[in-house]
C-alpha cells in the first residue's frame, strides 16, 4: 500500500543488500586495476641558488611539468614566478629530473603533472599536507590527463620518512601550521586558540590570567575540560584552588609556535585527565635562521622586546627566543607586564634523537574585574571603568622537558621526563560587597605546584591484516605537590578577615594505554585502544574550622553551599577510571576518507573535596564523532557531527567563585573546516561549529532540556595570509605578508533565559621585509567594534552603602578597542 | 581562490551584523520577570486589636518609611505561621512563648541563600489608606521562601515631612478596662537597626498567601507586602504610660502621651521589628 512501511523481511532483506555491496565495494575495489598510475619520481637533484647567493629561508618554486611515455621531462614552465633568475634554475633543475612514466591500463602515456623546486635555506617543514601520518599513500586514482592545466593533477608527493606522524583517530581532526598560526596577529601562545576550530576565548581578570576557554558546548573555565601540552609538557593543573585543570598558555611566544594540533573528543588513549572535550598540543619550533630582534611599540603603552635564534642548518626544534612585554592596558586597572624565555635543543643522540626544553616566565597583571552592564548602557559607568576594587594577579612558571626518541622502520620509542614548577597569585571580587557589606568579598587566592612526570609509548608494526598494521603501548605518570590557600581580604586595606583555605595536596595520576590498529582490508583502517588511569590524593587541610565571620557567610548567597571546612584534617582517596577508544577508518576514493569515532574519558574532581577514603568520584564522559574528511596537497578539509555526554557537570557560580556541580548534560553539534593553500603565497583557513548544550537530568533547578548557560552555540573562525614576493630592491629580496583573522560568536546564552551579545572582531597584521629588515603593524579589532569579553548572570552588590541590587543581573568584561601596534624587525644571519 | 575571497567577504557581512544582542529565551534555566508590588494591611484598622497583655489598641495613624525589599530562596527565620488575631489565641500564643521563646532572627542563623526578586524603590505608606500599589520591581523564577523589609532613612515620598526623621510613626488609643491612653508611638532608623546593625528584618515569611512559606514564583506576578499592625503593639503595655503611673511621662496638650523612653516603648521597637509584622506573599 503506497505510504506504508516496509514489511519487515523486506527491510531485512535491503540491509543484508546494503550490507553485502558496502563489502564488495571495500574488498572488490582496491583489486581492481587502477585506471591510471601518475608519474613517480626516480632521480630529483636539488636545485641550485641563482649566482650561489642563497637566501635565509626556503624558496619554492612551482611548475607545471609534461612528463614522457620515456619517463623524462618533455615540458616544463613555471606556474608562478619568483623572479627570473630563479625561475631559471626551477626550469633547469626540473628538465635534469627523471621519473617512471604514468600508466593508462598498465601502457606508459605522457602526463602533466604539477611539481615544486625548493631552494632550501631552512629545512623543508611546508606542505604538503601530511596525510596520512603512518605513510604518504600511493595515489590509486590518477588525475585526467587531458584536462586544461587549470585542473592540473595533484602535485607530486615527496615522502617524509624517518619520522612517526602521529593517527588520525577522528575527522575533525586538525592542525595549523605556521603559515596559518602567523596569518593574524596575536599577542601570546594562549591568543593562539583563536585559531582552533571551535575555539572562543574570553580574558575576564587581566592579561596574565589564563583565558576562559569555550569548546564545542564545554565552557572548559582555564582549562577543566581542554588538555594543553607544549613542547611535551603538560600545561592543566591539578587541582589548581581557581580552577581545576588551570592552564595558562602565556609563557609560549606566538612566534616559536610551529604548528597546533587539535584532538576534538577524547578517541585517542593518549588523552586522560582533563581531555573531556578535547586535547590541544603545541609544537614549538622557530624556523627564522640566525639572530631575530624585534621591538614593539603601539597603543596604550604597548611594549615588546622579542629576541629569537635558530641555527641555520638545524631543524626549527632548535632555537631559543626571549621577550619582555608590558601594556598600560587600553583602560583603568589593566596594566600588565611579563618576562618569558624559552631554548630547545635536538641533536641526534645514539640511534635517535634528544630533544631538550627549558623555559621560565613571569607576569604580572592588574583586572578591571566585572562591571554590570545596567551601568554601562545607562552611562552611569564609562565604557573602560571599573568599580575601583583593586584586583590582579601575578604568575609564573618554569619548566623542564628531556626527549628521546627513536624511530626506524616504522617502529620506536619515546619517553619523555619533565619537571614543571608553577605559582599563580590572583586577588579577585565578583561580587562587590554582596556577602560582606562592610569589608567587601574580596578574596587573595594562592597556588603553589611543583610536577614531575613523564611520558612513554612504543609502537612496531605488527602483521596481522596487513604490513601497516600496529601496536602502540604508552604509559604516563604525573606527580603534583601543590600548596595552595584562600584568604577573604578588605577591600583597599587587604586585612585579612578571614582563611577560606589552607590545604596541601599531593597528586598521582599514573595510567597506562595500548591501542591495536588493523587494516583487514586496503581502504579500511580499524584501531582499538584502552586507557587505564589510577588517580590517587592526599590532602592535608589545615583551614581553621571556626565559622565564618559573621554576615559574610558565602553560603549566604548562593544557590549551592559550600561544603564545611574540614579543617584540620588529613584525607585520602584513591580512583580507578578504564576508557575504551576506537576508530574506524574508510577510504572513500585517494583523499577522502570517513570516520567514525568512540571513546570513554573522564573529568577528575577537586582534591579537596574528597572525603577520607573516598573512592574517587570521576566524572564519567562519553564522545562519538562520525565525519568525512579530505587531504590533499593544497586543500584539508573536514565536516563532522558529535556527540558527549557527561554523567553530571559543572556550571560556574560567581558567590563561590568556582564551578560547582549541576545534573548531567549531553553536547551534540557539528564541524566543518578547511584549511587551503591553493599557492605558495596565499593560505586560508576557516571553521564553524554549532553545538546545543542541554541536560539530561533534574535537580530540582535545572531542568532537563534546559541548556547549559555561557556555551556559545556558533563559533566561526576565518584566517587568511598572503605572502606575495614583490621582486628584488637594493640586490634584496622584497617580500610583503598580509593576514587577517576574522572571529564570530553567535548566540551566548545566559542564565535566566537571557542571550549575551554576539561577537564579530577583525584582526589585520602586515609586513613589508626587505632583506634582513622588516617594518609590521597589527591591528586589533580593526573595526572598532564595541564588544563584550566576559557576559555572566549573577548577584553582586557594587553599592556599598547604597542601595543594593542582590537580583542576578548581566555582568560584562569590555572587549578591548582598536589597538595598533608597530613592529620594527631586524634578522640577522 | 576567488571562491574563497567570497566567502571571506560573506563572512564580513555576515559578521557586520551579528554585533548586536540576539533576541529571544535562550533556554537556559529560569526567566527574568518583572513583579508588581503592593502593600496590604493585615487588619481592619478601623476595629481595635487586643494585645497579648489585655490592651485593644485602635491605630488613628500609621505612617512606614519603606526601603528596599528583597525576597530570597532561603526559608525564614520563623516557618510556624503566628495568627493574625488578637483575643485568647495570641494571649495563649504569648504565653506559649514564655514557655518556648520563640528563635528570634540573630546574625549568620539566617541564611538568605540566591536572591530571586527585589523592589528597590523607597517610599512612605499610610497604612490607614489601605491597599496601595507600589513602584515594579525585578525577579528570577524560582522557588522563593523569605524576604528582607528594609527601612528607609531618611524618608523619600508624600509623607517624609509628616515622618520627619522617623522611619516609623504611629498614633492611637489604647483601652483596658477603665484605662485610656492617647498614645503616639516613633522610631528612628538608628532604633530599627537588627542583629547586623541594619536597618532591616530579614528572615520574613513568603509564601503563597501571607503567613505562608514557600512559593515557586514561575511568571511575571505580584507581590504582596501585608504589614501587621498589632504585632508592633503585642507586647506593648501601656500601663507604663498611663495617667497616675509612678514614672509615666507627661501628656502634651492634647493629651497624646509619647512612649519613647518608657518600657513600653521597648515592646513596641520589639514589635516593629518582628518579621511576622512584614508578611510577603506571591500571586501570578
Same mark, same amino acid.
Not at chain 1, 571513546?599 to 573512592?615: H, I, V
Not at chain 2, 503566628?82 to 542563623?109: C, K, N, Q, T, V
Given at each position: 500500500m503506497p505510504g506504508s512501511p516496509l514489511p519487515l523481511p523486506d527491510r531485512i532483506a535491503g540491509l543484508l543488500a546494503g550490507g553485502i555491496l558496502a563489502a564488495l565495494w571495500l574488498v572488490a575495489l582496491p583489486a581492481r586495476a587502477a585506471p591510471v598510475v601518475p608519474p613517480r619520481p626516480l632521480e630529483q637533484t636539488e636545485p641550485e641558488w641563482p649566482k650561489g647567493k642563497a637566501l635565509a629561508h626556503d624558496l619554492v618554486v612551482p611548475l607545471v611539468a609534461v612528463v614522457s611515455r620515456e619517463g623524462t621531462v618533455a615540458e616544463v614552465r613555471v606556474e608562478t614566478s619568483l623572479g627570473a633568475d630563479y625561475d631559471r634554475a626551477a626550469? &633547469?633543475?626540473? +628538465?635534469?629530473w627523471r621519473f617512471s612514466p604514468a600508466l593508462s591500463d598498465g601502457k606508459p602515456v605522457p602526463a602533466r603533472i604539477r611539481v615544486a623546486v625548493r631552494f632550501l635555506g631552512v629545512p623543508p617543514r611546508q606542505t604538503p599536507m601530511p596525510e596520512p601520518r603512518t605513510a604518504a599513500p600511493v595515489p590509486t586514482e590518477s588525475p585526467a590527463l587531458d584536462a586544461s592545466w587549470q585542473k592540473a593533477p595533484a602535485p607530486l608527493e615527496v615522502e617524509v620518512s624517518g619520522e612517526h606522524r602521529e593517527p588520525i583517530r577522528s575527522a575533525s581532526e586538525t592542525t595549523r601550521g605556521r603559515e596559518i598560526i602567523e596569518a593574524a596577529p596575536h599577542r601570546t601562545g594562549g591568543d593562539l586558540l583563536q585559531i582552533v576550530p571551535g575555539v572562543f576565548i574570553t580574558q575576564h581578570s587581566g592579561q596574565g590570567k589564563a583565558y576562559q576557554v569555550f569548546y564545542r558546548g564545554f565552557d572548559a573555565v582555564h582549562g577543566q575540560d581542554l588538555e594543553f601540552w607544549v613542547g611535551g609538557a603538560p600545561v592543566n593543573e591539578v587541582s589548581n584552588i581557581h580552577g581545576q585543570g588551570y592552564a595558562d598558555l602565556h609563557f609560549v611566544m606566538p612566534e616559536v609556535v610551529d604548528e597546533i594540533t587539535v584532538l576534538p573528543g577524547n578517541f585517542s588513549p593518549e588523552q586522560g585527565d582533563f581531555a573531556v572535550a578535547g586535547t590541544v598540543r603545541y609544537h614549538l619550533g622557530y624556523a627564522e635562521p640566525g639572530v631575530t630582534a624585534k621591538v614593539t611599540r603601539g597603543r596604550f603603552g604597548e611594549q615588546r622586546v622579542f629576541l629569537g635564534y635558530h641555527p641555520k642548518d638545524d631543524p626549527p626544534e632548535a632555537f631559543a627566543a626571549f621577550e619582555l612585554q608590558s601594556t598600560d592596558g587600553f583602560g !583603568? &586597572? +589593566?596594566?600588565?607586564?611579563? /618576562?618569558?624565555?624559552?631554548?630547545?635543543?635536538?641533536?641526534?643522540? @645514539? +640511534? @635517535?634523537?634528544? +630533544?631538550? %626544553?627549558?623555559? /621560565? #616566565?613571569?607576569?604580572?597583571?592588574?583586572? !578591571? @574585574?566585572?562591571? $554590570?552592564? $545596567?551601568?554601562?548602557?545607562?552611562? &552611569?559607568? /564609562?565604557? #573602560?571603568?571599573t568599580y575601583g576594587v583593586p584586583q590582579g594577579g601575578f604568575s609564573s612558571r618554569c619548566q623542564w622537558v628531556t626527549e628521546y626518541r627513536y624511530d626506524r622502520r616504522g617502529a620506536g620509542s619515546v619517553i619523555a621526563p619533565y619537571v614543571i614548577i608553577r605559582d599563580l597569585r590572583l586577588t579577585q571580587n565578583y561580587t562587590g560587597y554582596l556577602v560582606d557589606p562592610e569589608d567587601g568579598d574580596t578574596t587573595q587566592l594562592i597556588n603553589e605546584s611543583t610536577t614531575v612526570g613523564f611520558t612513554a609509548k612504543h609502537w612496531q608494526p605488527i602483521h596481522l591484516f596487513s604490513k601497516r598494521d600496529q601496536l602502540e603501548a604508552g604509559i604516563s605518570v604525573r606527580n603534583d605537590w601543590i600548596s595552595q590557600s584562600q584568604i577573604d581580604v578588605g577591600i583597599g586595606n587587604q586585612r585579612v578577615l578571614s582563611t577560606i583555605v589552607d590545604a596541601k595536596i599531593r597528586a598521582l595520576d599514573a595510567a597506562a594505554w595500548t591501542e591495536l590498529v588493523v587494516h583487514p582490508v586496503k581502504r579500511l583502517s580499524l584501531r582499538a585502544g584502552l586507557r587505564a588511569d589510577g588517580l590517587a590524593y592526599g590532602v592535608s587541610d589545615e583551614t581553621p574550622s571556626a565559622e565564618s565571620r559573621p554576615g559574610s557567610d558565602p553560603n549566604a548567597f548562593s544557590r549551592t553551599l559550600r561544603p !564545611?571546612?574540614?579543617?584540620?584534617? &588529613? $584525607?585520602? *582517596?584513591v580512583g580507578s577510571v578504564f576508557g575504551p577508544r576506537a576508530t574506524v577508518d574508510g577510504m572513500v576514493t585517494g583523499g577522502l576518507h570517513a570516520l567514525v569515532s568512540y571513546?570513554?574519558?573522564? $573529568?577528575? !574532581?577537586?582534591?579537596?573535596?574528597? /572525603?577520607?577514603?573516598?573512592?574517587t568520584p570521576f566524572t564519567s564522559v562519553r564522545s562519538m564523532e562520525a565525519g568525512l574528511r579530505y587531504r590533499n596537497s593544497s586543500l584539508n578539509a573536514s565536516v563532522a557531527a558529535f556527540r558527549t555526554s557527561l554523567t553530571d557537570d559543572l556550571v560556574f557560580d560567581a558567590v563561590t567563585t568556582r564551578n560547582e556541580p549541576v545534573p548531567a548534560s549531553v553536547r551534540w553539534g557539528g564541524a566543518i573546516e578547511f584549511v587551503a593553500r591553493p599557492t605558495s603565497w596565499f593560505a586560508s583557513s576557516a571553521s564553524g561549529t554549532w553545538t546545543r548544550a542541554t541536560f539530561t537530568e533534574s535537580d530540582g533547578f535545572y531542568q532537563i532540556g534546559d541548556r547549559l548557560p555561557y556555551v556559545p552555540e556558533l563559533v566561526l573562525r576565518e584566517d587568511l595570509a598572503l605572502v606575495p614576493y614583490l621582486g628584488q630592491l637594493v640586490s634584496r629580496r622584497l617580500t610583503a605578508r598580509l593576514g587577517t583573522g576574522l572571529t564570530g560568536i553567535v548566540n551566548r546564552p545566559q542564565p535566566y533565559g537571557g542571550r549575551g551579545h554576539n561577537v564579530f572582531l577583525v584582526d589585520v597584521d602586515g609586513e613589508l621585509r626587505l632583506g634582513e629588515v622588516a617594518l609590521g603593524l597589527d591591528v586589533f579589532n580593526l573595526l572598532d567594534a564595541d564588544w563584550y569579553d566576559s557576559e555572566f548572570t549573577y548577584s553582586a552588590n557594587w553599592d556599598p552603602g547604597g542601595t *543594593?541590587? %542582590?537580583v542576578p543581573e548581566r555582568y560584562v568584561t569590555v572587549g578591548a578597542p582598536r589597538t595598533v601596534l608597530a613592529t620594527l624587525s631586524l634578522f640577522i644571519d | 581562490m576567488f571562491k574563497l575571497i567570497l566567502t571571506g567577504a560573506a563572512l564580513v557581512l555576515l559578521g557586520s551584523s551579528l554585533g548586536c544582542s540576539s533576541e529571544g529565551d535562550s533556554g537556559t534555566t529560569g526567566k527574568i520577570i518583572v513583579l508588581g508590588t503592593r502593600v496590604d494591611v493585615g487588619q481592619d484598622l478601623s476595629e481595635p486589636t487586643t494585645n497579648a497583655l489585655g490592651w485593644d489598641v485602635t491605630l488613628t495613624r500609621a505612617y512606614l518609611s519603606v526601603g528596599p525589599? =528583597?525576597?530570597?530562596?532561603?526559608?525564614?527565620?520563623?516557618?510556624?505561621?503566628?495568627?493574625?488575631?488578637?483575643?485568647?489565641?495570641?494571649?495563649?500564643?504569648?504565653?506559649?512563648?514564655?514557655?518556648?521563646?520563640?528563635? =528570634?532572627?540573630?546574625?549568620?542563623?539566617?541564611?538568605?541563600?540566591?536572591?530571586?526578586?527585589?523592589?528597590?524603590t523607597p517610599t512612605t505608606l499610610d497604612l490607614l489608606e489601605g491597599s496601595v500599589d507600589l513602584a515594579d520591581g525585578e525577579g528570577v523564577t524560582g522557588p522563593t521562601n523569605s524576604a528582607e523589609f528594609t527601612w528607609q532613612s531618611p524618608p523619600e515620598g508624600d509623607l517624609a515631612d509628616a515622618l520627619e526623621d522617623h522611619v516609623i510613626l504611629t498614633e492611637g488609643v489604647a483601652t483596658k478596662g477603665s484605662t485610656t491612653v492617647e498614645f503616639i508611638a516613633t522610631a528612628d532608623e538608628s532604633e530599627v537597626h537588627d542583629g547586623d546593625d541594619q536597618a532591616k528584618v530579614s528572615g520574613c515569611s513568603f509564601g503563597s498567601e501571607p503567613g505562608e512559606v514557600g512559593v515557586d514564583m514561575d511568571g511575571d506576578g505580584t507581590v504582596t507586602l501585608t504589614v501587621v499592625p498589632s504585632v508592633w503593639f503585642d507586647q506593648v503595655d501601656f500601663s507604663y504610660v498611663a495617667s497616675g503611673t509612678e514614672g509615666a511621662p507627661e501628656p502634651n496638650s492634647d493629651g497624646v502621651v509619647d512612649l519613647r523612653g518608657t518600657l513600653a516603648f521597648q515592646g513596641f521597637l520589639r514589635g516593629v521589628k518582628k518579621g511576622t509584622a512584614y508578611l510577603f506573599s506571591y500571586s501570578h
Open positions: 626550469v &633547469a633543475t626540473v +628538465r635534469t !583603568p &586597572a +589593566r596594566a600588565a607586564r611579563r /618576562g618569558s624565555g624559552i631554548a630547545q635543543e635536538q641533536i641526534a643522540f @645514539g +640511534r @635517535g634523537k634528544l +630533544r631538550v %626544553l627549558v623555559s /621560565g #616566565y613571569a607576569a604580572s597583571f592588574d583586572s !578591571p @574585574g566585572v562591571v $554590570r552592564l $545596567r551601568d554601562l548602557e545607562s552611562g &552611569a559607568l /564609562g565604557r #573602560y571603568s !564545611p571546612s574540614q579543617g584540620g584534617q &588529613a $584525607r585520602t *582517596a571513546g570513554e574519558g573522564f $573529568r577528575s !574532581p577537586q582534591a579537596r573535596s574528597l /572525603g577520607n577514603g573516598e573512592k *543594593a541590587r %542582590l | 525589599l =528583597y525576597y530570597y530562596q532561603g526559608d525564614p527565620v520563623l516557618s510556624q505561621r503566628r495568627e493574625l488575631s488578637g483575643g485568647w489565641r495570641g494571649r495563649l500564643a504569648w504565653m506559649g512563648d514564655l514557655l518556648i521563646p520563640p528563635a =528570634y532572627a540573630h546574625p549568620g542563623h539566617y541564611i538568605p541563600g540566591a536572591a530571586m526578586g527585589q523592589m528597590l
